[in-house]
T-cell receptor
Framework: GDSVTQMEGPVTLSEEAFLTINCTYTATGYPSLFWYVQYPGEGLQLLLKATKADDKGSNKGFEATYRKETTSFHLEKGSVQVSDSAVYFCALSPSGGGNKLTFGTGTQLKVEL | DTGVSQDPRHKITKRGQNVTFRCDPISEHNRLYWYRQTLGQGPEFLTYFQNEAQLEKSRLLSDRFSAERPKGSFSTLEIQRTEQGDSAMYLC?????????????FGEGSRLTVL
């Protein structure tokens, strides 16, 4: 079945540091890929998405590129802020339409001054 | 607030009791999903509805769990004879049918603690 593997946390960075959170997936065909973020005390919200190979999703300074050849969708940000502290989830929806999402286990990010 | 709302936000119950959670999706969304999230894990799919029809159920959804969406608007998730292993955050999400990108809009969740 479909699965998503992401790097374990917590990840602790200083403000303005470069962020990478690794995500790889296993799925048949061409799934859509997502990063969701969960801020403390809030619900999951979509951060960015990519629906086909080589697409780059971007939002709020975060980027991720859909790499079919390496089955990866790594999340990056050039300069993190304290307000980016949250839990980040990589997820996929199957080819042909999104009936349900399969999530990774989440990576907690803590950004310090 | 026009987002997905869930009630109650927290529920503490004793083992063996029944509990019910309610989800009100975004009004124009015809798809509604239930997920379960335990500590340190990502959300796991339980079931989903398109309008009032329950189209898919996960094997995680034992016979003690039942979900309904009687009028294609709000949904309820009932757990009968709760067990300590049912302790988790129950998440509801909604989406527009016909979307091919799978974007879901989540509520803040209902946290269940079974003593």
């Amino acid at each position: 079945g479909d699965s998503v593997t992401q790097m374990e946390g917590p990840v602790t960075l200083s403000e303005e540091a470069f962020l990478t959170i690794n995500c790889t997936y296993t799925a048949t065909g061409y799934p859509s890929l997502f990063w969701y973020v969960q801020y403390p005390g809030e619900g999951l919200q979509l951060l960015l998405k990519a629906t086909k190979a080589d697409d780059k999703g971007s939002n709020k300074g975060f980027e991720a590129t859909y790499r079919k050849e390496t089955t990866s969708f790594h999340l990056e940000k050039g300069s993190v802020q304290v307000s980016d502290s949250a839990v980040y989830f990589c997820a996929l929806s199957p080819s042909g339409g999104g009936n349900k999402l399969t999530f990774g286990t989440g990576t907690q990010l803590k950004v310090e001054l | 607030d026009t987002g997905v709302s869930q009630d109650p936000r927290h529920k503490i119950t004793k083992r063996g009791q029944n509990v019910t959670f309610r989800c009100d999706p975004i009004s124009e969304h015809n798809r509604l999903y239930w997920y379960r999230q335990t500590l340190g894990q990502g959300p796991e799919f339980l079931t989903y509805f398109q309008n009032e029809a329950q189209l898919e159920k996960s094997r995680l959804l034992s016979d003690r769990f039942s979900a309904e969406r009687p009028k294609g608007s709000f949904s309820t998730l009932e757990i009968q004879r709760t067990e300590q292993g049912d302790s988790a955050m129950y998440l509801c999400a909604s989406s527009l049918g016909g979307s091919t990108t799978g974007e879901l809009f989540f509520g803040e969740g209902s946290r269940l603690t079974v003593l």
